[in-house]
């Protein structure tokens, strides 16, 4: 069974930022679109960016130029590079894997008929990522 494992959350001042990595420990990621989803307190889950087996990506519009994801095959590592933080930015972020087919990850806009389907189905425990003063 596939177990994605985030890391890298931590507590950042305003203005910061941090990396996120996502793998999967003992399991090839090398066929799967990976994406990250954040959940704020008191809000539903929403997707962030995503990015293909041919290292395709899309974001949403609001992350646009201030986050960037990208992949490692040799590390077997998804990341998530998160610049200029502000405290709208603090939420449990996951990482999450598809099967990669033409569908998914279409960018580079990260549709949200893509990003709130079901085929999402191996999903991380998540990394708090904290943005305060």
């Known amino acids: 069974q596939l177990q994605l494992v985030e890391s890298g959350g931590g507590l950042v001042q305003p203005g910061g930022s941090l990396t996120l990595s996502c793998t999967a420990p003992?399991?090839?990621?090398?066929?799967?679109?990976i994406g990250w989803f954040r959940q704020a307190p008191g809000k539903g889950r929403e997707g962030i960016s995503c990015i293909t087996r041919t290292g395709g990506t899309a974001s949403v519009d609001p992350v646009k130029g201030q986050f960037t994801i990208s992949r490692d095959f040799a590390k077997n590592t998804i990341y998530l590079q998160m610049n200029n933080l502000t405290p709208g930015d603090t939420a449990l972020y996951y990482c999450?894997?598809?099967?990669?087919?033409?569908?998914?990850?279409?960018?580079?806009?990260?549709?949200?008929?893509?990003?709130?389907?079901?085929?999402?189905?191996?999903w991380g425990q998540g990394t708090q990522v904290t943005v305060s003063s």
């Open positions: 999450a894997a598809r099967p990669s087919t033409v569908l998914a990850c279409t960018g580079p806009t990260w549709k949200r008929e893509d990003y709130e389907s079901d085929y999402w189905g191996y």
């Open positions: 003992g399991y090839n990621l090398d066929y799967y679109a």
